[in-house]
């Protein structure tokens, strides 16, 4: 099993950006694919992005144009740059590995979007 620690949260006035990180105890290649997802107080977890080992990258509507994930496989990291945060943007950030056999989660992150 690898494990995924994610950082990079914390509190942000609207506008504001955040790099969230997801660094794998292990080699990140192992997964086709990774993702982000949030959860909102309240709320369901939901999709944010993800990121396929071949390329392929795909974002929740409601982030286009705002938020860029990317992959290092070197550093075993990936990252979502979060850029305009607004206050429905508040929530706990997990980042998924999903492999042929396994799918791993990260303990997650907070991000607070207030003025």
């Known amino acids: 099993q690898v494990h995924l620690v994610e950082s990079g949260g914390g509190l942000v006035q609207p506008g504001g950006s955040l790099t969230l990180s997801c660094a794998a105890s292990?080699?990140?290649?192992?997964?086709?694919?990774m993702d982000w997802y949030r959860q909102a107080p309240e709320k369901e977890r939901e999709f944010v992005a993800m990121?396929?080992?071949?390329?392929?990258?795909e974002y929740a509507d409601s982030v286009k144009g705002r938020f860029t994930i990317s992959r290092d496989n070197a550093a075993n990291t990936v990252y979502l740059q979060m850029n305009d945060l607004q206050p429905e943007d508040t929530a706990v950030y997990y980042c998924?590995?999903?492999?042929?056999?396994?799918?791993?989660w990260g303990q997650g992150t907070q991000v607070t979007v207030s003025s």
């Open positions: 998924r590995g999903r492999g042929i056999t396994n799918t791993d």
């Open positions: 990121i396929f080992t071949a390329g392929t990258i």
């Open positions: 292990g080699s990140i290649s192992s997964f086709y694919a």
